[in-house]
């Protein structure tokens, strides 16, 4: 029995939808367990894994109807750079930050640091790397997760704001975040950027440290999506719609602070993640405000985080052009357009009576501090969106709005 | 073809290796999903690597065809180049190829249609012996069942064995299974 309304005509009920082991996994499993799917007509089986690849591969053949993915995944499998090229979009961003860049204890004495924060990590790791050049050490080794991922882009980022060429002065390698602590400890990798909990579970076995957080490369930065074909989405976009609101009012209670207990131990109970359950407890913890490592910690619902942002889906696109994944030709508004959905979106919000931004754009780069964006609905709280380097990312062509 | 297979599961890359081998394929290297597969890519110069579908593994070997200003053969994954079905009848087996950029297809499929081949019989097999599992309880229980109603009816072996095959046609059950469930009635009384 479903109590909404809104199921009617659903083209389908009962759905696959994958996840990967990782904390920012829990509006997908909070909707399943806390009945916000069904209240929506739906009955979704949730398939654990064991990588970003097989994700894509089992949403292409049809063996997962949608699924939890990295940001920039629905964009590289429509711009054809992915090795498949088969056409996605996403109508749902799942959650803001919860990565964190975290070095072998070696690295973390020899760096001397202060202060966990990225200007002066990155001054350290660079005094670091001109010793090992002059000392002919062979290139130090940092792992993120995946070709086309917010963490390689973030880490490339941060390296080269700092000055560090991130092709040259070291080697960026992929290893899949349940392996990042085992190669840490077999010195394999000298540190890693990866989403919650790994950073902490690298720490709890004395094996690493976080220096970064990468809300403090850039605050409130898009994380995962919830993506599925442009195919899948066209047959089925009722089905769509229901997801995508059942998921907002996951967020919406994932974002109560009194609730992030409880989904902590759905998620310890849905036996997804096999980390320690305090190292879980831990990051789905609302820091305290205005903590300088952490900022706000994982965002699921406020500050406008569900609505897929087509600027920065743009943003993206720059990153795969910067580092040579992408050509320079391509065309990064109208992909960007055609991938992030904001009009399904708001179909699906619409009869949620939450307050949807009017614009589809927003400038980065532009607010050090909490800020309010005026909508036709009210007012929406909005997070500080600034670059360590200050860096500013505008539409208008350098002018902020 | 110059193969490398990472699969955690032994007994299959035993299988999978005799077959590529007798197809006049080379097996350069085997390896387990944890171990440095870009120094063994690196090393080794595979044509194809063969890993299977649910390997977190697979996120590394994704990169080869990315960025790579000191790899002069790039890796691509084999459903870029190929024909989408076999791709998918290779996913569907479990398992997945990465290929150099380039690669001659014809035979290439050759190599990729073996891989699949021996996932499905592996799976097969597993299948198998999980089947085998199942008769063998299913007879064990059988028997147990028979000794109970012996013993509490005071009837024959045959007669037991009729009456249990009656109690399983008449709820449409096999008969293993009407055995496990007379089993678990007699206990509770």
């Not at chain 1, 979009?89 to 070696?106: C, K, Y």
């Not at chain 1, 002059?134 to 792992?143: L, M, S």
């Not at chain 1, 066209?234 to 009194?258: F, G, K, N, S, Y």
Request: charged share 25%; glycine share 8%.
């Amino acid at each position: 029995m479903n109590v909404n309304t809104t199921s009617a005509g659903l083209e389908k009920k009962r759905l696959q939808i994958g996840i990967i082991p990782l904390v920012d996994a829990a509006p997908i499993i909070v909707a399943r367990d806390k009945g916000f799917f069904e209240r929506h007509g739906l009955h979704v089986d949730i398939s654990v894994e064991a990588s970003w690849a097989s994700i894509r591969d089992k949403v292409v053949a049809g063996m997962l109807d949608g699924a939890q993915m990295l940001a920039p995944m629905p964009l590289a499998a429509t711009l054809g750079v992915d090795g498949i090229g088969t056409p996605m979009l996403t109508a749902l961003s799942l959650n803001l930050n919860g990565n964190s860049i975290a070095v072998s204890e070696g690295v973390y004495r020899a760096m001397r640091l202060t202060r966990r924060e990225p200007v002066s990590a990155g001054r350290a790791l660079k005094a670091l790397l001109e010793h090992d050049r002059i000392d002919g050490r062979k290139p130090r080794v940092f792992a993120h997760v995946f070709p086309f991922s917010t963490h390689h882009y973030e880490l490339r980022y941060w390296l080269a704001a700092s000055g560090i060429d991130p092709d040259r002065d070291l080697r960026l390698e992929v290893v899949p975040p349940q392996l990042v602590v085992q190669h840490l400890r077999d010195g394999r990798i000298d540190g890693f950027c990866a989403g919650a909990p790994w950073g902490a579970v690298a720490e709890l076995a004395g094996v690493g440290q976080r220096i970064v957080n990468t809300h403090q490369i850039w605050n409130n930065s898009p994380e995962k999506v919830f993506g599925v074909t442009r195919e899948w989405a066209d047959a089925h976009p009722r089905t769509h719609r229901a997801l995508v609101a059942a998921l907002i009012e996951a967020c919406r209670w994932l974002d109560e602070a009194e609730h992030r207990p409880e989904a902590a131990q759905l998620l310890i109970d849905a036996g997804a993640l096999d980390a320690p359950p305090a190292t879980i407890r831990t990051a789905l913890d609302m820091p305290v405000p205005g903590d300088p490592f952490f900022g706000p910690g994982l965002v699921f619902y406020r500050n406008a985080a569900t609505f897929p942002w087509v600027s920065h889906a743009i943003w993206f696109i720059r990153q795969m052009q910067r580092w040579g994944q992408v050509a320079e030709s391509v065309d990064a508004a109208a992909v960007a357009a055609e991938v992030y959905r904001a009009d399904i979106y708001r179909d699906a919000a619409g009869p949620l009576g939450i307050p949807l931004p009017d614009t589809d754009h927003k400038d980065e780069g532009v607010h050090a501090q909490d800020w309010s964006l005026s909508c036709s609905g009210g007012t929406l709280a909005m997070g500080s969106d600034r670059f360590f380097d200050d860096a500013v990312f505008t539409l208008g062509g350098g002018q902020p709005a | 073809m110059r193969v490398m297979l990472v699969d955690d599961d032994y007994g299959r890359m035993a299988l999978l290796r005799q077959a590529l081998l007798s197809g006049g394929n080379e097996v350069v290297a085997q390896l387990s999903p944890a171990d440095d597969l870009l120094h063994a890519v690196s090393q080794c110069q595979p044509d194809v690597i063969l890993i299977e579908v649910d390997s977190p593994s697979r996120d590394t070997l994704e990169s080869l065809g990315q960025i790579n200003r000191d790899r002069p053969r790039p890796i691509v994954l084999f459903a870029s180049q190929s024909d989408a079905d076999t791709a998918r009848r290779a996913m569907r087996a479990g398992v997945s190829a990465y290929v150099v950029d380039g690669m001659s297809s014809s035979r290439l499929k050759s190599v990729i249609d073996v891989a699949i081949a021996r996932f499905d019989e592996h799976q097969a097999l597993r299948k198998e012996l999980a089947e085998t599992k199942t008769r063998l309880a299913d007879r064990r229980d059988v028997d147990r069942a028979k000794g109970v109603l012996m013993q509490r009816r005071k009837l024959t072996e045959t007669e037991a064995y009729e009456l249990l095959r009656k109690m399983a046609m008449d709820r449409n059950v096999k008969i293993g299974d009407a055995a496990r469930s007379l089993l678990a009635a007699a206990e509770l009384l």
